[in-house]
């Protein structure tokens, strides 16, 4: 057996064993019983309020014990829901000087590159004029169009896009099967204007005699040149996504 059939059946061992792990649910076994309904839909506290790297990083970060405390109080100086056995444990962890062991819920592959900051920041007219244009969200509010709309909105929607409504959820859920995964990744990015036609040329002659120059003008005529001049990565490269 060869070194390439070892390494192949390597890397299809590990997407299966991948797979089977990320269409498991954990919700049920957080250390502390966190109702993001209470604290983002009936007490309004903004998705970024908590996870504050999301813009600024790649990881939209665990809030740190020192968030709930900032509201809530150590055990010293109980100030936010003071009798709550649940509160009370993050008090615990905090007076411990240890970070909440909260399960992850929410992940993709070691091998795919996701930033946060990029999408949180990204311009909405960046997507095509169209999308989620044909959004029918009392009846499949998880279609392609519906996660589009909601994107193009910003601000919490946007993190509803990918996540779903948690601001509705007693206990954090994938509401996607198949979340992280390269189609559920691909079919948003395919809605990025000029990610198709960015490897279409004219004709062959033209394309061999002046590809530099006919380059740069497709790259602007399909946005993918910005008003900094400089390019937007383009969607469907493998580097976009991978290591």
């Given at each position: ?10 890397l299809a061992l590990y997407s299966f064993i991948y797979t089977l792990d990320s269409n498991q649910s954990y919700a049920d ?80 592959a070691d091998f795919v590159r996701f930033p946060h900051k990029a999408h949180i920041n990204a311009k909405s007219d960046r997507?095509?004029?169209?999308a989620g244009s044909g959004c029918d969200i009392e009846n499949n509010p998880r279609s392609l169009e519906c996660k589009l ?95």
């Open positions: 057996m060869n070194k390439r059939y070892i390494l192949l059946l390597g076994d957080q250390p502390i019983a966190f109702s993001h309904k209470l604290h983002a839909d009936q007490n309004g506290i903004a998705c970024q309020y908590c996870h504050l790297y999301a813009r600024r990083s790649f990881s939209s970060g665990v809030p740190p014990v020192s968030t709930c405390i900032g509201c809530h109080g150590p055990l010293e100086q109980k100030i936010v829901k003071p009798d709550s056995p649940e509160v009370n444990k993050m008090r615990e962890y905090w007076a411990k000087e240890e970070p909440i062991p909260w399960v992850k819920i929410h992940d993709i997507l095509l004029d169209n709309s909601h994107f193009k909105v910003g601000g919490d929607q946007r993190c509803q896009a990918c996540h779903g409504n948690i601001s509705q959820m007693e206990v954090v859920k994938k509401v996607d099967n198949n979340f992280g995964k390269m189609g559920w990744c691909m079919e948003c990015h395919l809605q990025v204007k000029g990610a198709k036609e960015r490897k279409r040329s004219g004709s062959t002659l033209d394309g061999w005699f002046n590809a530099k120059e006919m380059n740069e003008k497709r790259e602007v005529s399909i946005k993918l040149v910005n008003e900094k001049g400089h390019h937007n990565p383009n969607m469907l490269d493998c580097y976009t996504c991978h290591y």
